[in-house]
C-alpha cells in the first residue's frame, strides 16, 4: 500500500477549511492582546506594501531605501481539527490604513469591535465603518484596569450602537474572556445568517 | 550564499522577488491555507529561494497565505503572487476559505467553528 509512504502529505485531510474572524478596534485598545489570549501561536504580523494608495502621502525620498510604506496586521491562529483552522486578524489601527479593512473582512465570519472606555470616540470610525458593510459584528468593551467602569448600557447609549448589535464587557488579557467573545461573534452571525435565510434574501458575507 | 543584515531594512524592492508583477495569476484569500508534499518541495528547490522556503513552511503543516507572508517576511502583495505561481505549478495545494454562499453549508462551518471554540 503504497499511500502509506513518507510523503508527509498523504496524512493530510483531503480538504482543509479556513475561517476568520477579524478583530477591529483603534490604535492600542488591545487588539493584539486579545489574540494573543486565544492563538496557539505567537501573533505574528504580516505586511501589505503601500503602493498607490501612499503616493501623495508619503514621501519615500526622505527615507532612504525605503521605497514604500507598510501596513502591519497582526493575526493568531486556533487549529480546531485536522481540517479546521480558525485565524484571528487584527486590523491595522490607524485610520489612513483602512483600504486594508476591505480585504481583511471579505470571506469573514464576523468581527468584534474593541473598545476602550478611556477613549470611547476612537471606537465611532469602527463601528461606522462596520454599519455601512454587511457582516455581523458585536461591540467587546474591554476593561482596562485603570478605565472608569460603566455599565453596558451606557456605552451602548455613548456609542449610539444599534439594538441588535451584541455588547459584552471582556478583558482582552483573559482566555476565558475572549473565548466569550468569540462565541458571541459567531452566535451572533448563526442568528444573522438564520434571520436572513428565514425573510429569504440570504446575501453573501463581506 | 547569507545576506547581509541591514538594520535600514530590506533594500531589494518589494516587487524584485516577482519580477515587477504585482498581480497574482489567481486570487487566494489571506487566510486560505497551503500544503506541499515532500516530493513538490524536491521540486521547489528548483524554483527559487523565496518559494523554496515556502515550500518547507508547507510540508509539516498547511499554513495561510497570511502565515507563510510572515514567516518569510515577503509583503502579503509578494507572497500571494509566488504562492499563486506555485499553486499553478503544482508545488503546492490550496486549501478552501470557508464558503461565502450556501446556508446549509454557511451554517455548518459556523457550527464547526463554535463546537471549536467552545472546546478551547
Request: aromatic letters at 6%; charged letters at 25%; proline letters at 6%.
Amino acid at each position: 500500500m503504497d499511500f502509506a509512504s513518507s510523503d508527509r502529505a498523504a496524512t493530510q485531510p483531503t480538504e482543509i477549511t479556513s475561517a476568520k474572524i477579524v478583530i477591529a478596534g483603534g490604535f492600542g485598545v488591545g487588539k493584539t492582546t486579545l489574540v494573543g489570549a486565544v492563538s496557539e501561536i505567537e501573533p505574528l504580523t504580516t505586511e501589505a506594501v503601500m503602493t498607490s494608495a501612499g503616493a501623495g502621502i508619503d514621501d519615500a525620498s526622505k527615507v532612504p531605501g525605503k521605497a514604500t510604506t507598510t501596513v502591519a496586521m497582526d493575526f493568531g491562529r486556533i487549529t480546531m481539527a485536522d481540517d479546521l483552522i480558525l485565524y484571528l486578524f487584527g486590523t491595522p489601527g490607524q485610520t489612513r490604513f483602512w483600504f486594508m479593512w476591505d480585504e481583511l473582512i471579505r470571506g469573514a465570519v464576523g468581527a468584534a469591535v474593541l473598545v476602550d472606555t478611556r477613549r470611547l470616540t476612537d471606537a465611532f470610525a469602527p463601528l461606522d465603518y462596520f454599519e455601512n458593510r454587511h457582516l455581523p459584528y458585536l461591540v467587546a468593551v474591554n476593561c482596562f484596569d485603570d478605565a472608569p467602569r460603566y455599565e453596558p448600557e451606557e456605552v451602548r447609549e455613548a456609542l449610539a450602537i444599534p439594538a441588535h448589535v451584541p455588547l459584552l464587557m471582556c478583558d482582552a488579557r483573559h482566555r476565558d474572556s475572549v473565548k466569550a467573545v468569540l462565541i458571541g461573534v459567531v452566535e451572533h452571525a448563526m442568528a444573522t445568517l438564520v434571520a436572513e435565510h428565514e425573510k429569504g434574501h440570504p446575501a453573501p458575507v463581506g | 550564499m547569507t545576506e547581509p543584515h541591514d538594520p535600514r531594512g530590506n533594500l531589494v524592492r518589494p516587487y524584485a522577488v516577482t519580477r515587477g508583477r504585482t498581480e497574482p495569476i489567481r486570487d487566494i484569500p489571506i487566510e486560505a491555507v497551503l500544503v506541499a508534499g515532500s516530493a513538490a518541495v524536491q521540486e521547489a528547490r528548483f524554483a527559487g529561494h523565496d518559494k523554496y522556503r515556502i515550500a518547507l513552511l508547507c510540508e509539516p503543516k498547511a499554513q495561510s497565505l497570511a502565515e507563510l507572508a510572515a514567516l518569510t517576511r515577503l509583503p502579503l502583495g509578494v507572497a500571494r503572487v509566488l504562492v499563486a505561481d506555485m499553486v499553478a505549478d503544482g508545488l503546492l495545494t490550496l486549501h478552501s476559505a470557508a464558503p461565502r454562499t450556501g446556508f446549509s453549508e454557511r451554517m455548518d462551518l459556523l457550527g464547526r467553528v463554535l463546537g471549536g471554540l467552545r472546546k478551547l
